[in-house]
């Protein structure tokens, strides 16, 4: 079976105006792969790489060396994101633009037949809840609401991989719930679902497989239950061991 | 201390800026003088809008070549014109545009394209001089000369000819006459505002006598004028006495009439034809 | 296509949505309507000052509207990260640039479509004629003259680096090619080497936007232009546009999004 995600010696390098250095290397020679039907975690504290190798995989960023592909395609061809769906972790849409045309919006884009259009976007709008705002601008959501427009948006084309930064940010115990049951419900389609999170104890309930990034270098991959069986610990304390912290005060 | 409610700040705020007003708006005009009937558009462009007066008086000899005219930078490198604004010129009888032409160098501007950039835009720019004197059409330049006039009063020029082409092309007198009254109050002492108006007398209302005050009147400005070593046109002094003498010939007053036509012998260009027709109204005098 | 004209049409909605079209709408009748109201010499058939008036007045309207509108469409989506959730679909920069850039002319193209409509009513009026063949060709090269414009302020909204800046540089420019832009040549004649080869080499290299304004003969009623010439311009026009969108895709397409 093909990886969805094949990551292999990815480098991202930036240009940085630090004294005294050129470049920040932002990831340094990452190997990934994501198997089709898997919920993968990726997880890392600020600044480990995360984002940039999202926005690599989203051909928002040319990698420095090393390759990416979605389906077997490279990233760098719109092609590859035909099937993917994206929620980023700053949701931000047009002010301007009701939640019903947004989503009409992004249909076009993937040329998804007229017939289906609207079913879809009743459908998707009862799903994030949101039936009752659909005619209003996005200027008067709340976060919470311009959340859930970016989880419909993501899901418009019914897509095979969804990448999810940061989902359950800002959100209250209800939206997070609602989240991880949508994340579930993918699941169990055969959805591959690749997200970052902070949430380490949300991580650990609904993923398969995570790997956990720090300073650009992949620390530790593996299936979720493997790892907790290898360090008889919860997945934060293994998260704070990979990355080396020493708290200052006994918890 | 209780600090005090917003809305009695500004009540208070309120009541003391009208009365500053109020006690300072006598002040303020006495201070204005001259100006204090100045209209919002004098106040606002001050001394600038000479600037935008000339600009709009010759927006309308744009208006009376339909547009075909050279613009400014044209103007500036063209060699022989356009000397002066055409539409000051009066409409000579028989007169065709090709005599225009040879009058007005100016407007020779569209030579041979020098590139193929300058040759295909002229197909976008008007190209033929013509002039807006069919009857009627003259209207079109007219609000730029009202305009012209409230910028810049002083410009005696646009009350000649816009009462030129009010009467003669668009037949209203009466409209002629209250923008030369205009005219006159803004510049009392102008003789070329009262020749004009003489001639609304003479021509358009047929009140000889009226007529003859008026352009006696302008006989004395001129003069006036040169005694001021301001040096003005010494043609306008020949077609005010060419005009008076010919009402007072009209009127039977040959001895008038062959006085006028004798200081006119020092301006005239055709003095030959002026002493000839002395010597017939000098045959009319009784002895 | 479909996506071009999806973003395309997302720049439309965001145009009528937004208050300056209709403040300048607004405006331009009010000042119409007021000079309409004059009273000259007692004569209620002068038109022609009225319509160069209401011309002027759509043409710097539509400046402003189109400038405005091209300047804040890029910088904004990457401003406002609306650009992310974009680029993450199947979509390549250069749709984005064709499709802001066919928005903006559209919505450009609609509104001096209103304005003119006005126009033509208002000089109606007064001439009890239409003329719809001379305000037709006049509203079409007003429209090409804008696909260049717009085509300028997005390369610039690339370039540079805040709206207003784009804003500022691009009606300077774009005022100083009407105003002295026809005439280099001229000016280029009378100068010493090396200001002459200098000025030739803007005169060729500019557009030139007098060629777009047909005013004189809607205002003067000097018959129309001829229809090859309307086209060739029009070629000229896309041509130029093309240029400018082609440059602004090279700058775009490895221009970071991250702030």
Known sequence: MLPIIDISGLRVEYRTQAIGQTHKLAVDGLDLQVMPGEVFGFLGP??????????????????????????GTDVQQPIARQRIGYLPELTYYYKFLTAEEILRFYAKIFKIPKAEVEPRINQLLKLVELEHARKRVIKGYSKGMQQRVGLAQALINNPDLLILDEPTSGLDPIGRMKVREIIQRLKNE????????????????????????????LRVQGRVNDLLKEYQTNLEQIFLKIIGYQPSIAI | MKAPRPIFTLAFLLVLCFSLAASLHPVFAIMAGDHAGDSMIKTVLGDGRKMFANHFYTQADVY????????????????????????????????TDDDDEKEEPGMNFMGKSADWIESFGRHFRSHVHTHLDKPGAAREILPWLQLAAELDPQ????????????????????????????????????????????LVYYEDRKEPERALNLLDLALVRWRQAEAAHRKPDPHQCDAILAHLSTIEESNGHWSNAV????????????????????????????? | MNVILAIANVVIKELYRRKDFYVLLVLTAVITILMASANIFNDDKVVGYLKETCLRLIWLSALVIAVGTA?????????????????????????????????????????????????????????????????????????MFLAIVISMVLLGSVVFAAPSSTLTITLVVVLGILLLGENLNLVAVHQAE??????????????????????????????????????????????????????????????????
């Open chain 3, 71 to 143: 300047a804040r469409q890029i910088p904004a989506e990457i401003e406002q990260r609306t650009i992310f959730p974009l680029l993450a679909k199947p979509v390549t920069r250069w749709q984005v640039i064709l499709g802001k850039f066919v928005g903006c002319w559209l919505a450009s193209g609609i509104a001096i479509v209103v304005f003119y409509a006005f126009l033509m009513v208002v000089s109606a009026s007064h001439e009890h004629e239409w003329r719809l063949l001379n305000n037709f060709q006049c509203l079409w090269m007003e429209w």
């Open chain 1, 190 to 217: 055969g959805k591959t679902v690749l997200f970052s999170s902070h949430e380490l104890g949300e991580v650990e309930t609904v993923c398969d497989r995570v790997a956990i990034l720090h300073q650009g270098k």
């Open chain 2, 64 to 95: 009376f070549h339909s547009g075909f005219y050279p613009n400014f930078i044209e103007q500036s490198y063209a060699t022989g014109g356009p000397k002066k604004i055409h539409i000051a010129e009066r409409q000579e009888e028989g007169k």
């Open chain 2, 155 to 198: 410009k005696v020029e646009t009350y000649t000819v816009a009462s030129f082409w009010l009467r003669k092309n668009m037949h209203k007198p009466d409209e002629a006459e209250t923008f030369l009254r205009q005219g006159l109050k803004a510049n009392p002492t102008s003789f070329e505002i009262l020749y004009e108006l003489g």
């Open chain 2, 259 to 287: 006085s006028y036509l004798e200081q006119e012998m020092e301006f005239t260009p055709s003095k030959e034809s002026v002493g000839k027709r002395i010597e017939e109204l000098r045959m009319k005098i009784p002895h």
């Open chain 1, 46 to 71: 600020n600044g480990a790489g995360k984002t940039t190798t999202m926005n690599v995989l989203l051909g928002f960023v040319t990698p420095s060396g090393g390759t990416a592909k979605l389906f």
């Open chain 3, 194 to 259: 090396p200001v002459r080869s200098l000025l030739y080499v803007v005169y060729f290299s500019i557009p030139q936007f007098s060629w777009f304004y047909l005013g004189d003969f809607v205002v003067h009623k000097i018959g129309s232009v001829e229809w090859l010439y309307i086209f060739l311009a029009s070629l000229y026009s896309m041509a130029y546009s093309a240029f400018f969108l082609l440059t602004t895709w090279v700058c775009f397409r490895r221009k970071g999004l991250n702030k």
